[in-house]
């Protein structure tokens, strides 16, 4: 599957990831961190792979410029 996203989109998702992840973490603190790790590893993952398409993202509109 090919999602065609801007970059303002891309930024937009990872920081609302962020601040999941934040709450999550918030709520691990009070106890709950066993059935919030799952979740947490799956948004961690996701950022990593939008983080990688945000960077070649950038990265081709640099060749495009050059």
């Given at each position: 599957?090919n999602?065609?996203?801007?970059?303002d989109?891309i930024i937009?998702?990872?920081?609302?990831?962020?601040?999941r992840?934040d709450?999550?973490?918030?709520c691990?603190?009070f106890?709950?961190?066993?059935t919030?790790?799952?979740e947490l590893?799956?948004?961690?993952?996701?950022i990593?792979?939008?983080?990688?398409a945000?960077?070649q993202?950038i990265?081709?509109l640099?060749?495009a410029?050059?």
């Amino acid at each position: 599957m090919n999602i065609d996203l801007t970059h303002d989109e891309i930024i937009l998702l990872l920081d609302s990831m962020a601040g999941r992840m934040d709450d999550l973490n918030t709520c691990a603190m009070f106890g709950d961190g066993t059935t919030i790790g799952g979740e947490l590893a799956d948004l961690d993952e996701l950022i990593e792979k939008l983080s990688d398409a945000l960077n070649q993202n950038i990265t081709d509109l640099e060749v495009a410029s050059a």
